[in-house]
Protein backbone atom coordinates (compact mmCIF):
# COMPACT_ATOMS: atom_id res chain seq x y z
CA UNK A 1 0.00 0.00 0.00
CA UNK A 2 1.00 3.74 -0.13
CA UNK A 3 3.61 4.67 2.79
CA UNK A 4 1.08 4.81 5.31
CA UNK A 5 -1.67 1.80 6.15
CA UNK A 6 -2.13 -2.18 5.74
CA UNK A 7 -4.64 -3.85 3.93
CA UNK A 8 -6.40 -7.37 4.90
CA UNK A 9 -7.62 -10.19 2.55
CA UNK A 10 -8.07 -13.60 3.56
CA UNK A 11 -6.58 -16.40 1.57
CA UNK A 12 -9.30 -19.28 1.75
CA UNK A 13 -8.06 -19.66 5.58
CA UNK A 14 -10.51 -22.00 7.42
CA UNK A 15 -12.12 -19.33 9.87
CA UNK A 16 -11.84 -16.42 7.33
CA UNK A 17 -11.57 -12.73 8.35
CA UNK A 18 -13.86 -10.68 9.44
CA UNK A 19 -13.37 -6.46 9.94
CA UNK A 20 -15.02 -3.91 11.71
CA UNK A 21 -15.31 -0.50 10.22
CA UNK A 22 -14.67 1.94 13.70
CA UNK A 23 -18.28 3.74 12.70
CA UNK A 24 -19.90 -0.03 12.97
CA UNK A 25 -20.70 -2.13 15.61
CA UNK A 26 -20.19 -5.76 14.45
CA UNK A 27 -17.58 -7.50 12.90
CA UNK A 28 -18.79 -8.45 9.33
CA UNK A 29 -16.89 -10.96 6.85
CA UNK A 30 -14.20 -10.12 4.49
CA UNK A 31 -13.97 -11.75 0.79
CA UNK A 32 -12.11 -9.34 -0.85
CA UNK A 33 -8.86 -6.87 -0.58
CA UNK A 34 -10.12 -4.49 2.23
CA UNK A 35 -7.89 -1.34 3.79
CA UNK A 36 -7.38 -0.77 7.20
CA UNK A 37 -7.71 2.45 9.10
CA UNK A 38 -7.24 3.82 11.99
CA UNK A 39 -9.71 2.71 14.71
CA UNK A 40 -10.94 -0.90 12.78
CA UNK A 41 -11.05 -3.82 14.36
CA UNK A 42 -10.11 -6.98 12.26
CA UNK A 43 -10.75 -10.54 13.14
CA UNK A 44 -8.19 -13.77 12.07
CA UNK A 45 -10.37 -16.59 13.41
CA UNK A 46 -10.87 -16.19 17.16
CA UNK A 47 -7.87 -13.36 17.58
CA UNK A 48 -9.14 -10.04 17.37
CA UNK A 49 -6.73 -6.72 16.39
CA UNK A 50 -7.12 -2.96 16.93
CA UNK A 51 -5.56 -0.94 13.89
CA UNK A 52 -3.98 2.00 15.61
CA UNK A 53 -2.04 3.70 12.87
CA UNK A 54 1.03 6.18 14.24
CA UNK A 55 2.00 8.28 11.90
CA UNK A 56 6.06 9.14 12.30
CA UNK A 57 8.11 11.91 12.24
CA UNK A 58 7.73 14.50 9.44
CA UNK A 59 5.27 11.86 7.30
CA UNK A 60 1.32 12.93 6.56
CA UNK A 61 -1.23 13.59 9.43
CA UNK A 62 -3.93 11.10 10.04
CA UNK A 63 -7.58 12.22 8.78
CA UNK A 64 -11.03 10.21 9.52
CA UNK A 65 -12.20 8.82 7.42
Request: charged share 35%.
Amino acid sequence: TPSTGFEVQDLMSEKGVQLQRKEENSFKPQEERARLNHGDKVRFGELEYLVVLVPQKGSEKLTKS
